[in-house]
C-alpha cells in the first residue's frame, strides 16, 4: 500500500482542482441562509432591515451559466487551472463551500491537504468503479446526500504501470 505524506501533496494541482470542482457540483451544505445584522443594500439593489434573511442555493448557483459559464453542469477540473497548470483562486462568494468574509472556514488548507492525502491513497492504490447501471442523484436535504448511496466496485490495482518522465515503472 503506497501512502503519501501531507508535505507531497502540495504538487498534486489537478487533484486539487478536482477536488475543488466536485464541491462546486455538489457542495455540504446545499443552501446557506444569513441574516442582516443591520439595514444594508444588496447588489442587485434590493434594501433589506436588520433581521431580514437571505437565502442563496449554492447547489443551484454551481448551475447556472451566469456565474461559471456555459460548462456550467459539466465537471471540469481544468476551470481551476491557470494556463501555465497553477490554481487558479476564485472569489469566495462564487466558490461558496469553505463559507467567505468573517465566516471562512478556518481549517480550509487542512482539509485540502487530508482530502488529497487520503483521496491520492485511493486512486493509486485501488480501481474504483460506479456499479453499471447504478442511478448516482442528490438527496437534497440540509447536508447534501447521495440519495441511492454509491455503488462502487473495489480493486486493488495490481501491477500498476506508470508512465513518469518518459520510463515505465511498475509498482
Not at 477536488?19 to 443591520?38: N, V, W
Not at 485511493?122 to 456499479?131: C, G, K, Q, R, T
Request: with cysteine.
Amino acid at each position: 500500500m503506497v501512502t503519501f505524506d501531507a508535505s507531497e501533496t502540495h504538487s498534486m494541482v489537478y487533484l486539487h482542482a478536482s477536488l475543488c470542482e466536485s464541491l462546486r457540483l455538489y457542495p455540504p451544505i446545499p443552501f446557506e441562509h444569513k441574516t442582516a445584522a443591520a439595514a444594508d443594500v444588496l447588489p442587485s439593489g434590493k434594501e433589506l432591515k436588520a433581521g431580514d434573511q437571505v437565502l442563496f442555493f449554492t447547489y443551484s448557483m454551481a448551475r447556472m451559466e451566469g456565474v461559471w459559464g456555459k460548462d456550467c453542469a459539466e465537471f471540469r477540473p481544468e476551470r481551476w487551472l491557470t494556463a501555465e497548470g497553477r490554481l487558479r483562486h476564485e472569489p469566495p462568494y462564487r466558490f461558496f463551500s469553505f463559507n467567505a468574509g468573517p465566516r471562512t472556514c478556518l481549517g480550509k488548507q487542512m482539509v485540502f491537504v487530508q482530502m488529497k492525502t487520503a483521496a491520492a491513497a485511493v486512486l493509486w492504490n485501488f480501481a474504483v468503479d460506479v456499479v453499471p447501471g447504478h442511478v448516482v442523484e442528490p438527496k437534497l436535504s440540509i447536508v447534501l446526500h447521495m440519495k441511492n448511496g454509491l455503488a462502487v466496485r473495489v480493486r486493488r490495482r495490481d501491477d500498476v504501470v506508470l508512465h513518469i518522465s518518459g520510463k515505465i515503472n511498475t509498482v
